[in-house]
């Protein structure tokens, strides 16, 4: 990480747009990514996947204002949550799945590696 | 030389055996989101701060005014021990020993950790339980009295674990209150579940209502907190709180 990177690790973006706090959990034949997105209905999440990567889009109900703060000083308002997270492991996109509750939003991600049976002499 | 960690106090407060909530940060930010709450809603004033040379080099505005991140609130009867930022990992013994012999100073009644305890399928609880830890028979005594589930078996870490242990150490009575919450997530939920057990000891009748209505915008404030203290959590040896200690004793 460059030394401008590291100063200016901003969480948020002057295009409105927020990250979202997310935990991924490797369970061994799947990857499970949630994020926090408070503020936002079910119906305005948008959930793309490829074989390594999965990228959310979340629009809030009601946008995030903040006055005269930081480094901004100025009003700035965050309207959606924007991430996209780069798998550890290829995974499957077409057998994803996604359930949201709460402000939660759970994904299962299986994973595209085949369980191979190893007998034991 | 001078003490590592200085509790610095601003007003002059005749005390009456208070009783300390700790709500430093941690998992879920429970102890964090519920402090100041409490803060707001009881209107308790600003009584003094922390300042150690293992802190960051950070201070806070508000509304203008320079502030030291680590506050101490309350009045007679209550002293509120929060923070605006996370606990460097170095600075938690030496943090909760100068606590500790602060409170120990002041007379303290009874110290109350409120924190949480980080359960994998939070998304699925509606209303958190809360479970409890007691550093001494009295402690133990009062969560009985109170009707609190102890925590029989299990690891504790962070800087509630250490803060039992010191307030043991200088025969303080101390307890923890541990609400299932979200491990990286705030969890204004499992804030509201921890005042309500807390409120058995303080009986101030404090409303959760609003803290549960505001709960999403609480959510996107903590953000930056919550990211910090997972940072910092991970190096406190949280996860051996998910450990099974050996059974056999």
């Known amino acids: ?121 | 030389m001078m003490d590592t960690v200085r509790i610095v106090e601003e007003s002059v407060v005749t005390r009456k055996n208070p009783i300390v909530i700790e709500g430093l940060p941690d998992v879920g930010l429970v102890g964090t989101i519920a402090a100041s709450y409490i803060v707001d809603k009881l209107k308790y004033e600003e009584i003094g701060y922390i300042e150690s040379d293992l802190f960051p080099p950070v201070m806070v505005i508000h509304g203008g005014k320079l502030k030291s991140p680590f506050c101490l609130y309350g009045n007679e009867e209550v002293v509120v021990v929060s923070s605006e930022i996370a606990i460097p990992p170095n600075a938690v013994y030496p943090l909760t020993r100068a606590l500790a012999d602060w409170f120990s100073s002041i007379n303290a009644s009874l110290v109350i950790s409120v924190t949480g305890l980080p359960v994998k399928n939070r998304m699925d609880i509606d209303k958190p339980e809360v479970f409890a830890v007691g550093n001494n028979e009295e402690a133990i005594r009062k969560l009985k009295e109170k009707q609190v589930e102890l925590m029989e078996e299990g690891f504790i870490a962070g800087t509630y674990a250490v803060m039992l242990r010191e307030c043991y150490k200088k025969d303080l009575c101390a307890i923890s209150l541990l609400a299932q919450c979200f491990p990286v997530y705030p969890d204004p939920g499992a804030a509201a579940s921890a005042i309500g057990s807390l409120d058995k000891f303080l009986q101030l009748g404090i409303d959760v209502r609003e803290l549960l209505e505001r709960g999403e915008e609480i959510k996107l404030k903590a953000r930056d907190l919550m990211r910090q203290t997972a940072l910092s959590a991970s190096e406190m040896q949280k996860s051996a709180e998910q450990d099974m200690p050996i059974m056999y004793r």
């Open chain 1, 1 to 121: 990480m460059g030394i401008e990177r590291r100063i200016i690790k901003a969480t948020w973006g002057y295009n409105g747009d927020l990250e979202p706090l997310y935990e991924l959990e490797d369970t061994g034949d799947e990857i499970i990514v949630t994020f926090d997105l408070p503020r936002v209905k079910r119906e305005n999440v948008e959930i793309n996947t490829t074989e390594d990567t999965v990228e959310i889009t979340a629009k809030m109900s009601e946008a995030v204002c903040w006055e005269r703060w930081g480094s901004v000083q100025r009003r700035i308002s965050f309207t959606q949550f924007r991430k996209q997270i780069r798998l550890p492991e290829p995974i499957e996109p077409e057998k994803a799945s996604a359930s949201f509750r709460n402000g939660v939003l759970r994904i299962i991600l299986p994973k595209k590696r085949r369980k191979v049976f190893i007998p034991v002499q």
